[in-house]
């Protein structure tokens, strides 16, 4: 059973940060990739970044410049550090990681307002 769990989602202000990380666990061999989604309402879900398990990075266009995706890979953790945030960035951000099959995590809402 692999289970992921995100934290650090919460409320913040147009040009702040916030910073989710996202634990696996379970019986896991390896994690090929590990990502970043977000839905808002009545939006479909999109990739807001990806890293593979060497590093290699992928982001939506709308936050290229704006968030970092990293990994650890000792404690089987991804991060996302989300900096200049704006309203648009309100979404409900999921977890995902490919191993062998892809798992999702729960889900943490980020909201951006004042």
């Known amino acids: 059973q692999v289970q992921l769990v995100e934290s650090g989602g919460g409320l913040v202000q147009p040009g702040g940060s916030l910073r989710l990380s996202c634990a696996a666990s379970g019986t896991i061999l390896s994690i090929s990739i590990m990502g970043w989604y977000r839905q808002a309402p009545g939006k479909q879900r999109e990739l807001v970044a990806s890293?593979?398990?060497?590093?290699?990075?992928n982001y939506g266009d709308s936050v290229k410049g704006r968030f970092t995706i990293s990994r650890d890979n000792a404690e089987r953790t991804v991060y996302l550090q989300m900096n200049s945030l704006k309203p648009e960035d309100t979404a409900v951000y999921y977890c995902?990681?490919?191993?062998?099959?892809?798992?999702w995590g729960q889900g943490t809402q980020v909201t951006v307002s004042s």
């Open positions: 995902k990681a490919k191993i062998g099959s892809d798992y």
């Open positions: 890293i593979t398990n060497i590093g290699a990075t």
